[in-house]
Protein backbone atom coordinates (compact mmCIF):
# COMPACT_ATOMS: atom_id res chain seq x y z
CA UNK A 1 0.00 0.00 0.00
CA UNK A 2 1.43 3.28 -1.21
CA UNK A 3 -0.61 5.47 0.88
CA UNK A 4 -2.39 7.24 -1.99
CA UNK A 5 -5.86 5.81 -2.26
CA UNK A 6 -7.71 5.77 -5.80
CA UNK A 7 -11.24 4.98 -6.04
CA UNK A 8 -13.17 3.49 -7.66
CA UNK A 9 -10.71 1.02 -9.59
CA UNK A 10 -12.55 0.57 -12.05
CA UNK A 11 -15.04 2.09 -13.93
CA UNK A 12 -17.38 1.42 -17.11
CA UNK A 13 -19.74 4.40 -18.49
CA UNK A 14 -21.16 5.23 -21.62
CA UNK A 15 -20.31 7.62 -24.07
CA UNK A 16 -21.47 11.27 -22.96
CA UNK A 17 -21.74 10.70 -19.46
CA UNK A 18 -19.53 12.69 -16.79
CA UNK A 19 -17.74 10.29 -13.69
CA UNK A 20 -15.44 11.61 -11.21
CA UNK A 21 -12.22 10.21 -10.02
CA UNK A 22 -11.51 10.42 -5.97
CA UNK A 23 -7.90 10.56 -4.66
CA UNK A 24 -6.60 10.95 -0.76
CA UNK A 25 -2.86 11.09 -1.20
CA UNK A 26 -0.38 10.19 1.44
CA UNK A 27 -0.67 11.30 4.99
CA UNK A 28 1.08 14.40 5.49
CA UNK A 29 1.56 15.06 1.60
CA UNK A 30 -0.12 18.77 -0.06
CA UNK A 31 0.58 18.46 -3.29
CA UNK A 32 -1.59 16.17 -5.89
CA UNK A 33 -0.97 15.39 -9.47
CA UNK A 34 -3.20 14.10 -11.60
CA UNK A 35 -1.74 12.22 -14.74
CA UNK A 36 -3.60 9.84 -17.55
CA UNK A 37 -1.98 6.99 -19.18
CA UNK A 38 -3.69 5.99 -22.70
CA UNK A 39 -2.76 2.59 -24.58
CA UNK A 40 0.77 2.81 -26.12
CA UNK A 41 1.25 6.48 -24.16
CA UNK A 42 3.40 7.36 -21.40
CA UNK A 43 1.87 8.94 -17.99
CA UNK A 44 0.62 11.84 -19.72
CA UNK A 45 0.57 14.87 -16.58
CA UNK A 46 -3.30 16.37 -16.57
CA UNK A 47 -2.66 18.95 -13.74
CA UNK A 48 -1.37 19.87 -10.04
CA UNK A 49 -3.18 20.99 -6.70
CA UNK A 50 -1.08 22.39 -3.84
CA UNK A 51 -3.29 22.45 -0.56
CA UNK A 52 -6.02 23.51 -2.73
CA UNK A 53 -4.68 25.54 -4.81
CA UNK A 54 -3.95 25.01 -8.69
CA UNK A 55 -0.62 24.80 -9.33
CA UNK A 56 0.22 23.51 -12.92
CA UNK A 57 -1.21 22.65 -15.83
CA UNK A 58 -0.80 20.07 -18.48
CA UNK A 59 -2.57 18.33 -21.64
CA UNK A 60 -6.36 18.31 -19.61
CA UNK A 61 -8.89 19.05 -22.04
CA UNK A 62 -11.74 21.38 -21.11
CA UNK A 63 -13.71 18.48 -20.98
CA UNK A 64 -12.00 17.55 -17.56
CA UNK A 65 -11.80 19.70 -14.74
CA UNK A 66 -9.97 19.29 -11.17
CA UNK A 67 -9.93 20.44 -7.33
CA UNK A 68 -8.78 19.43 -4.07
CA UNK A 69 -10.75 20.03 -1.04
CA UNK A 70 -9.90 21.68 2.30
CA UNK A 71 -9.12 17.99 3.78
CA UNK A 72 -6.51 17.37 0.55
CA UNK A 73 -8.48 14.91 -1.13
CA UNK A 74 -8.80 15.50 -4.75
CA UNK A 75 -11.07 14.72 -7.57
CA UNK A 76 -10.85 14.74 -11.21
CA UNK A 77 -14.07 14.85 -13.64
CA UNK A 78 -14.57 13.97 -16.65
CA UNK A 79 -17.37 14.98 -18.61
CA UNK A 80 -19.27 14.24 -21.87
CA UNK A 81 -16.94 11.11 -22.21
CA UNK A 82 -15.54 9.94 -25.72
CA UNK A 83 -14.31 6.37 -26.65
CA UNK A 84 -10.53 8.03 -26.32
CA UNK A 85 -11.18 8.76 -22.94
CA UNK A 86 -10.85 5.28 -21.59
CA UNK A 87 -7.11 5.10 -19.97
CA UNK A 88 -5.67 4.63 -16.10
CA UNK A 89 -6.14 7.71 -14.58
CA UNK A 90 -3.24 7.86 -11.68
CA UNK A 91 -3.15 10.24 -8.98
CA UNK A 92 0.44 10.51 -6.90
CA UNK A 93 1.34 12.81 -4.03
CA UNK A 94 4.37 14.35 -2.82
CA UNK A 95 5.34 16.75 0.37
CA UNK A 96 5.38 19.80 -1.27
CA UNK A 97 5.04 21.56 -5.38
CA UNK A 98 8.92 22.24 -5.87
CA UNK A 99 9.84 18.27 -5.31
CA UNK A 100 10.29 17.17 -8.45
CA UNK A 101 11.44 13.71 -7.65
CA UNK A 102 10.11 10.95 -5.22
CA UNK A 103 6.08 11.32 -6.24
CA UNK A 104 4.03 8.40 -4.57
CA UNK A 105 1.39 7.05 -7.08
CA UNK A 106 -1.69 5.37 -6.13
CA UNK A 107 -2.72 2.45 -8.24
CA UNK A 108 -5.19 4.04 -10.24
CA UNK A 109 -8.82 4.10 -11.77
CA UNK A 110 -9.03 2.18 -15.13
CA UNK A 111 -12.29 4.03 -16.69
CA UNK A 112 -13.93 2.05 -19.48
CA UNK A 113 -15.92 4.47 -21.80
CA UNK A 114 -18.18 2.30 -24.11
CA UNK B 1 6.42 16.49 -29.27
CA UNK B 2 7.71 14.47 -26.80
CA UNK B 3 10.07 15.74 -24.72
CA UNK B 4 11.17 12.41 -23.20
CA UNK B 5 11.29 9.46 -25.07
CA UNK B 6 12.18 5.74 -24.36
CA UNK B 7 12.74 4.84 -27.76
CA UNK B 8 13.00 0.58 -27.10
CA UNK B 9 9.42 -1.09 -26.08
CA UNK B 10 10.57 -4.06 -24.30
CA UNK B 11 13.55 -5.44 -23.56
CA UNK B 12 14.37 -9.22 -22.59
CA UNK B 13 17.46 -10.22 -20.64
CA UNK B 14 18.89 -13.76 -19.36
CA UNK B 15 18.57 -13.72 -14.52
CA UNK B 16 22.07 -12.79 -13.90
CA UNK B 17 23.47 -10.47 -17.03
CA UNK B 18 23.18 -6.66 -17.45
CA UNK B 19 20.04 -4.55 -18.08
CA UNK B 20 20.19 -1.39 -19.60
CA UNK B 21 17.26 1.00 -20.53
CA UNK B 22 17.71 4.24 -22.40
CA UNK B 23 15.84 7.80 -22.55
CA UNK B 24 16.92 10.36 -24.58
CA UNK B 25 15.22 13.92 -23.75
CA UNK B 26 15.32 17.17 -25.80
CA UNK B 27 14.72 20.08 -23.57
CA UNK B 28 17.68 21.05 -21.42
CA UNK B 29 15.35 22.89 -19.00
CA UNK B 30 15.39 19.87 -15.74
CA UNK B 31 16.57 19.31 -12.59
CA UNK B 32 15.79 16.00 -12.51
CA UNK B 33 15.68 12.59 -14.01
CA UNK B 34 14.09 10.08 -12.65
CA UNK B 35 13.16 6.19 -12.81
CA UNK B 36 10.29 4.66 -12.19
CA UNK B 37 9.07 0.78 -12.07
CA UNK B 38 5.23 -0.48 -12.52
CA UNK B 39 4.55 -4.04 -11.98
CA UNK B 40 0.95 -4.76 -13.42
CA UNK B 41 -2.12 -3.46 -11.37
CA UNK B 42 0.10 -1.24 -9.55
CA UNK B 43 0.67 2.50 -9.55
CA UNK B 44 4.83 3.33 -10.67
CA UNK B 45 7.09 3.00 -7.93
CA UNK B 46 10.22 5.81 -7.79
CA UNK B 47 13.68 3.53 -8.60
CA UNK B 48 16.23 6.25 -8.40
CA UNK B 49 16.95 10.09 -9.53
CA UNK B 50 20.06 11.60 -10.55
CA UNK B 51 20.37 15.45 -10.61
CA UNK B 52 20.95 17.28 -13.46
CA UNK B 53 24.43 18.75 -12.20
CA UNK B 54 25.83 15.00 -11.63
CA UNK B 55 26.31 12.37 -14.53
CA UNK B 56 25.77 8.96 -12.30
CA UNK B 57 23.82 7.99 -8.92
CA UNK B 58 24.16 4.44 -7.59
CA UNK B 59 22.29 2.91 -5.54
CA UNK B 60 22.63 -0.92 -5.09
CA UNK B 61 21.79 -2.82 -8.11
CA UNK B 62 20.37 0.00 -10.03
CA UNK B 63 23.02 2.90 -11.17
CA UNK B 64 21.57 5.53 -13.38
CA UNK B 65 24.06 7.57 -15.79
CA UNK B 66 23.58 11.12 -17.07
CA UNK B 67 25.05 12.58 -20.74
CA UNK B 68 24.21 16.05 -20.65
CA UNK B 69 25.55 16.25 -23.93
CA UNK B 70 23.94 13.81 -25.61
CA UNK B 71 20.92 14.61 -23.67
CA UNK B 72 20.91 10.72 -22.74
CA UNK B 73 20.31 9.31 -19.81
CA UNK B 74 20.50 5.21 -18.88
CA UNK B 75 19.61 2.75 -16.13
CA UNK B 76 21.84 -0.40 -15.28
CA UNK B 77 20.25 -3.02 -13.38
CA UNK B 78 23.17 -5.51 -12.36
CA UNK B 79 23.38 -8.31 -11.84
CA UNK B 80 19.48 -8.30 -13.69
CA UNK B 81 16.77 -10.88 -11.27
CA UNK B 82 13.01 -11.98 -12.21
CA UNK B 83 11.69 -9.77 -10.10
CA UNK B 84 13.07 -6.95 -12.08
CA UNK B 85 10.37 -8.15 -15.14
CA UNK B 86 8.23 -4.88 -14.95
CA UNK B 87 7.77 -1.73 -17.04
CA UNK B 88 10.18 1.14 -16.37
CA UNK B 89 9.79 4.80 -17.10
CA UNK B 90 12.06 7.61 -17.58
CA UNK B 91 10.63 10.86 -16.33
CA UNK B 92 12.15 14.30 -16.42
CA UNK B 93 11.30 16.96 -13.55
CA UNK B 94 11.18 20.47 -15.85
CA UNK B 95 12.26 23.67 -14.56
CA UNK B 96 9.66 26.71 -13.74
CA UNK B 97 10.77 30.07 -15.63
CA UNK B 98 12.43 31.65 -12.09
CA UNK B 99 14.86 28.20 -12.25
CA UNK B 100 13.08 26.49 -9.34
CA UNK B 101 11.46 22.89 -10.19
CA UNK B 102 7.93 23.32 -11.86
CA UNK B 103 7.14 20.54 -9.45
CA UNK B 104 5.14 17.84 -12.29
CA UNK B 105 6.84 15.42 -14.00
CA UNK B 106 7.46 14.49 -18.06
CA UNK B 107 7.21 10.77 -18.37
CA UNK B 108 8.63 8.81 -21.53
CA UNK B 109 6.46 5.73 -22.58
CA UNK B 110 8.06 3.43 -21.02
CA UNK B 111 10.62 0.07 -21.29
CA UNK B 112 9.29 -3.19 -20.99
CA UNK B 113 11.47 -5.59 -19.00
CA UNK B 114 11.29 -9.21 -19.10
CA UNK B 115 14.63 -10.99 -17.09
CA UNK B 116 14.56 -14.54 -18.05
CA UNK B 117 15.37 -17.11 -15.57
Known amino acids: DSGVTQTPKHLITATGQRVTLRCSPR?????VYWYQQSLDQGLQFLIQ???????AKGNILERFSAQQFPDLHSELNLSSLELGDSALYFC?????????????FGSGTRLTVV | DQQVKQNSPSLSVQEGRISILNCDYT??????FLWYKKYPAEGPTFLIS?????DKNEDGRFTVFLNKSAKHLSLHIVPSQPGDSAVYFC????????????????FGKGTKLSVKP
Open chain 1, 92 to 104: ASSASPGQGYGYT
Open chain 1, 27 to 31: SGDLS
Open chain 1, 49 to 55: YYNGEER
Open chain 2, 27 to 32: NSMFDY
Open chain 2, 50 to 54: ISSIK
Open chain 2, 91 to 106: AASPLNLYGGSQGNLI
